[in-house]
């Protein structure tokens, strides 16, 4: 079913634990109808034992295409999971073999699939069997440098993957120096499936400055509190403080629909910067909103500033 299912090029928000939920993959989908998006990444042990993390995976129908982003390191584990997760109507799984945090690597899980890549096939062959879904891989160039990264993704597409998506880090520069897309770019001219480049991504016309022979690109940190970031610079220069104060206002309402009012206030205020940075006064506001204690004083404090 790949690639034809998504517009060409495809712009993607990257998977974000803690802030790709169903609220904020609702706000982006109102404002771009065809980025693909992704869930956080989620341990599979948890969503076969826990109705907490399986709630993580709630998702709108207005929300597809999306990925359910899983992580583990058990074959057998990954076949249950997405056996039990693909009548949800998801769009696909896509496996997290990039996350560099110490907990998750030294799990063996993420990240250090990278170096183990017999194990990483073979969590893609259980997936494939248990599915007939598209399962995709998410990952880095490498541990240390790119030079496995070909061979890496060759012998995943053979165990079944049907795109890829590359941060242009390794494990061991986690989010220091600059992303490298050379690499991406040569993987690409190697291998036949989609291929989706990441890293330090500004907006939607960087990134499409960036794809060259890529088939799309995904934004990550600059999407947070900037649903807009998949709009072009030109049209983005002309959104005013009152049209992002309504929609950070509305992702603030769609938080209320899935956690209490303590909860989203508390969970929101890593949401602010990104929508109010750059207007006059925007710390003076941010530091109120961060102070508001109820969704009526936070929608009075926001709307008060315009
Ligand atoms: C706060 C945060 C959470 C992240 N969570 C995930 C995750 O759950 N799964 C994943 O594959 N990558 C995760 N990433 C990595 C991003 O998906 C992306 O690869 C990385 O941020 C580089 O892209 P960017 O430069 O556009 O941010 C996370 C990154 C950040 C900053």
Redo the contacts with the bound molecule.
């Keep these: 079913m790949l690639p034809g299912t998504f517009t060409s090029p495809i712009a993607a928000l ?7 939920d169903p609220a904020y993959r609702q706000i982006v989908r109102q404002l771009n109808p065809d980025v693909v998006l ?5 341990n599979i042990h948890g969503i076969e034992h826990s109705e907490q993390v399986r709630k993580r995976l709630v998702f709108d129908v207005s929300e597809l295409p999306y990925f359910i ?1 899983i ?1 583990g390191n058990d074959p057998a584990g990954f076949g249950k999971t997405v056996e039990s997760l693909q009548d949800t109507g998801v769009t696909g799984f ?1 496996i ?1 073999m ?2 560099p945090s110490k907990k998750i690597v030294k799990a063996n899980t ?1 990240g250090s699939l990278m170096k183990d890549r017999d194990l990483a096939c073979r969590i893609v062959e259980a997936c494939c069997k248990a599915t007939r879904l598209p399962i995709t891989v ?1 990952t ?1 160039l490498g541990w240390s440098d790119a030079e496995q990264l070909i061979d890496f993704v060759k012998a995943l597409i053979d165990a079944g993957t049907q795109m890829v ?1 590359i ?3 390794t494990y061991r520069q986690k ?1 220091k120096g600059e ?1 490298n897309w050379e690499p991406i770019y040569e993987l690409k001219r190697a291998v036949a499936i989609p291929v989706i480049g ?4 500004k907006g939607r016309d960087d990134g499409l400055s960036r794809l060259r022979n890529l088939d799309g690109y ?7 509190g900037n649903p807009w970031v998949f709009w072009s610079d030109e049209k983005r220069a002309e959104i005013t403080l009152k049209d992002k104060i309504e929609k950070m206002l509305a992702h603030f309402q769609l938080l209320r629909r899935y956690k209490d009012e303590h909860i989203a206030l508390i969970e929101f205020r890593k949401h602010l910067s990104g929508y109010i940075n750059g207007f006059n006064g925007a710390k003076s506001l941010r530091a109120l909103l961060m102070k508001s204690t109820t969704d009526k004083e936070f929608t009075q404090v926001a709307r008060s500033s315009c």
């Design positions: 990257a998977p974000m634990d803690g802030y790709t992704y869930s956080e990444f989620t982003q992580f896509d997290n990039g996350c993420g998410k880095r998506s941060h242009g880090r989010y992303a990441n890293g330090d991504i995904m934004i990550g940190r600059n999407a947070i």
